[in-house]
């Protein structure tokens, strides 16, 4: 089930995949920032810092995930022409990270975790080795339930080096007379100004969606979860 990172590289770069993402909410993201790192949910709870809370929290635990990093192979905002469902800013990893010594192994999702049964074996939802990745996988209809995992014994993925940029979605919504895009550029700004990750050179950017893009009437109808992901009013 641990597959090889290079083996995995080498797959992906036939399939045409050059990046892997990572989305998350504007607190959690401000978190990784000041880490310096990606955390897993049980690294960022040890170290009693901010995180967005998910409704999968107590179900990762109990599958004995809540120490894994998860990545994607595709920017769903933009495939989906929707909002992420994970939150707002997205992480864009240089797929060079999987032969970089750094990573050298992971495990890929066939079924998204959240619709694993707890108790069944992890066999009945991981791809077992590279081959089956590669001839399983539907690269051509985009595979939304593979995703990506590690492992690390730290709990952590780097920032440094292999981070290529951060794209922050836009909704045109003020809360608490304050634009949301604002608020949350500035946040990510300042964590990592005063953050390890200072000196790299990876830039924040405003997403440009497609016309058709669905996004700005998500962020209005589901305003509980547009404001979780922001993070700008507090509940109460």
Known sequence: M????????????EKKVRYLYHANSVVTACSYLKEGALLS???VEARKIPQTWQNSDSKDKK????????????????LRSDTNMYGPVLFV?????????????????QINPTHWRIGKSRRNYLFQDAKEFKRECSFENYPYSSMFMFNHK???????KYLKEIILDC???????????DYALGSLQTAKRFGPLKNEQFQIKKRKCKPSCDCQRRFRT????????FGLVKPA
């Not at 641990?2 to 770069?13: D, N, S």
């Not at 990093?69 to 933009?78: E, G, Q, T």
């Not at 730290?154 to 440094?160: A, D, I, P, T, V």
């Open 2 to 13: 641990t597959l090889r990172a290079l083996e995995i590289y080498k797959i992906l770069i």
């Open 41 to 43: 949910r049980r690294e």
């Open 63 to 78: 599958l004995h995930i809540w120490n894994h990093i998860f990545l994607d192979m595709y920017d769903f905002h933009k």
């Open 93 to 109: 990893f240089d797929l060079e990270i999987l032969r970089s010594g750094y990573v050298k192994d992971l495990n890929i999702t």
């Open 154 to 160: 730290e709990g952590l993925l780097s920032l440094k």
């Open 171 to 181: 909704p045109k919504l003020k809360m608490a007379g304050t634009h949301l895009f």
């Open 222 to 229: 589901h305003i509980g979860r547009t404001n979780d992901h």
